[in-house]
């Protein structure tokens, strides 16, 4: 977004859409937050609560959601303004410091788990072990499912196993993927560079659905996988508010958190550089040092 | 396949996997037919029962189906064989002589409408007014949805009309197809040939699904409206014999029957080359004149 790779950002931009601090202000009929409590901010910060998908519960597919950091200011700053219904309270038994990420990049991996009916008995495959992929293999591993990690990273299979995975692949070694034939109830793509999407169809089990997450510029599949194997394509962005609730008291109760590592809001210049260089592990969280 | 257009082909030839006839014979255990008694064969002849998706109800996607013209001989002959399992009887009420399409383009429509849960809440487009989708505006407006018919032919538009199509786009005219943005729920594809996918992939409401049976080479998306609009795209091959034959139930309680054109089986080349020549309104029967 600071780099406009998306073609939406506006400047002067400031980012921020995993924000978790504490109310200081709300409207007259706000009732469900109080002065002083603990909440947490992802991408979106409105919806319009009238549109078919907000009226069915898809408040993540407004048709005019509104993101945190788009038209709006995020939270590198000393406050940030939002809609209170995309204001949810966390739980006590969460650390505050390590909240954020859950926002945007757990929500976003455990919408698809649950959207897509995912249980003990499917075998799942997460395509890039990162901010979004380390709560995917937490999350799966909670929900009981045998969980393979797919990475250009043989030096994060230790982690990836730590996290829950209990079976890799390295993304470079063709003959592995393809030996994995058939395997996956589903593929979650975490990583936002195309993939031999062909090859990843192959991994597939009939039936099976591979799931995209990361920005991918676009997709391609051979006619047949799609129509003999009964294969699908899809996505997802985020998840409702109602969603980021239940995720927050599933982390509680099994003790999720994301892999985090701590910077000072003044050393952000340091902490992108680390993002950019591919050095996070695996989300970098800013505290804020400056303001109050 | 005459023309090994798909590459599994095998030579000597026998074609026709939309077969209609009575029991001449049968296996010892096989309790469900009994001779003289009309039946129907599609595109599968032959599954293990003992995979994962047939042990699922989903033979048709078995991991060893048979094809009934692929190593093996199909229904453009006196006689042919089958397991018994994928002969399904034909209910009284159903013309033996239009029966025969729904084996194949029937199934394959019918199966998308149950397995994607289409319900009379719906608004779904059919792109391709021919052999399968005769039968898909016909099952689509019996199962009372709202349903527009996409062709590049508008000489189409009356028959579609009558078969239940109440709206209608030109597949040539771009700006109707723009103007269509986010209608449909699902777009059912029945035409092999490449489509403008991110064009098809805006008519789709949010959560859509752009269904493809027609035997398109591949299919490309860009990644956002996979992401963010949660939209879908998959396929199926026909259906299983559970369902073949709730839906010849179906046909004979709402009156569905495929449009033919009848030839004698004598007639076939004259048939073919009307068939190829595009003019095949929508599926051409052949009856048997040869032999006995």
């Known amino acids: 977004m600071k780099n406009n790779d998306w073609g939406i950002s506006e400047y002067p931009f400031v980012g921020g859409h995993e924000v978790v601090g504490r109310v200081i202000g709300k409207g007259a009929h706000v009732s469900h937050l109080e002065i002083g409590q603990r909440i947490g901010l992802g991408w979106y910060s409105r919806s319009c609560g009238l549109c078919d998908p907000c009226m069915r519960g898809d408040q993540n597919i407004c048709v005019v959601a509104e993101s945190a950091i788009v038209t709006r200011h995020g939270?590198?700053?000393?406050?940030?303004?939002a809609q209170a219904f995309w204001c949810t309270p966390i739980p006590d038994a969460l650390d505050l410091s390590a909240a954020g990420p859950l926002f945007c990049g757990g929500i976003t991996v455990f919408n698809l788990i649950v959207q897509n009916a995912i249980t003990a008995l499917d075998h799942v495959a997460v395509v890039g072990i990162g901010g979004l992929g380390n709560l995917a293999l937490q999350f799966l591993s909670a929900w009981g499912c045998e969980v393979t990690a797919i990475s250009t990273s043989e030096s994060k299979f230790d982690e990836a196993k730590a996290l829950?995975?209990?079976h890799f692949l390295h993304a470079r070694d063709p003959d592995a993927l393809k030996?994995?034939?058939?395997?996956?109830?589903?593929?979650?793509?975490?990583v936002?560079?195309?993939?031999?999407?062909?090859?990843?169809?192959?991994?597939?089990?009939?039936?099976?659905?591979?799931?995209?997450?990361?920005?991918v510029p676009s997709v391609t599949s051979s006619g047949f996988p799609l129509i003999e194997q009964?294969?699908?394509?899809?996505g997802s962005p985020l998840g409702s508010p109602g969603l980021v609730k239940q995720m927050l008291d599933f982390c509680a109760r099994k003790?999720?958190?994301?892999?985090?590592?701590?910077?000072?809001?003044?050393?952000?210049n340091t902490a992108f550089e680390?993002?950019?260089?591919?050095?996070?592990?695996?989300?970098?969280?800013?505290?804020?040092d400056i303001s109050s």
């Open 75 to 81: 939270g590198f700053a000393n406050k940030v303004r």
């Open 255 to 268: 003790e999720i958190a994301p892999v985090t590592q701590k910077y000072a809001l003044s050393q952000i």
């Open 230 to 234: 009964q294969k699908i394509i899809g």
């Open 274 to 288: 680390n993002m950019e260089a591919g050095k996070a592990r695996y989300r970098l969280v800013l505290e804020n």
């Open 192 to 215: 936002n560079v195309p993939l031999d999407w062909d090859l990843y169809m192959t991994m597939l089990d009939k039936r099976g659905k591979l799931h995209i997450v990361g920005a």
């Open 164 to 166: 829950g995975a209990t």
């Open 179 to 190: 030996a994995a034939a058939g395997r996956f109830k589903m593929i979650l793509v975490t």
